[in-house]
C-alpha cells in the first residue's frame, strides 16, 4: 500500500507530539514523587541528639 507523503508527515509530526507528552507526564510525576519523598520527615533513630546518651538499649557508648 503506498501512502501519500503529506499523510506520513502528519503521522510523523502525531507520534512526535506523543512522546513529548508521555516525557512531560514522566517528568511530572517523577519530581512529584521526588517532593513527596523530600516531605517526610526522616528517621530520628541513628542521628546524633546531642550530649546525652540515647536510652535504646542497642546504643553501647556512654555519654560524654
Do not use: F
Not at 501512502?3 to 508521555?22: C, G, K, S
Not at 519530581?31 to 536510652?55: I, Y
Amino acid at each position: 500500500m503506498l501512502m501519500h507523503a503529506d499523510l506520513m508527515l502528519v503521522l510523523a509530526n502525531e507520534r512526535h507530539r506523543e512522546l513529548i507528552a508521555e516525557a512531560d507526564r514522566r517528568r511530572v510525576l517523577t519530581s512529584a514523587r521526588e517532593a513527596r519523598r523530600a516531605r517526610k520527615v526522616p528517621a530520628v533513630r541513628g542521628q546524633p541528639t546531642g550530649s546525652l546518651a540515647p536510652c535504646e538499649p542497642s546504643v553501647a557508648v556512654p555519654a560524654r
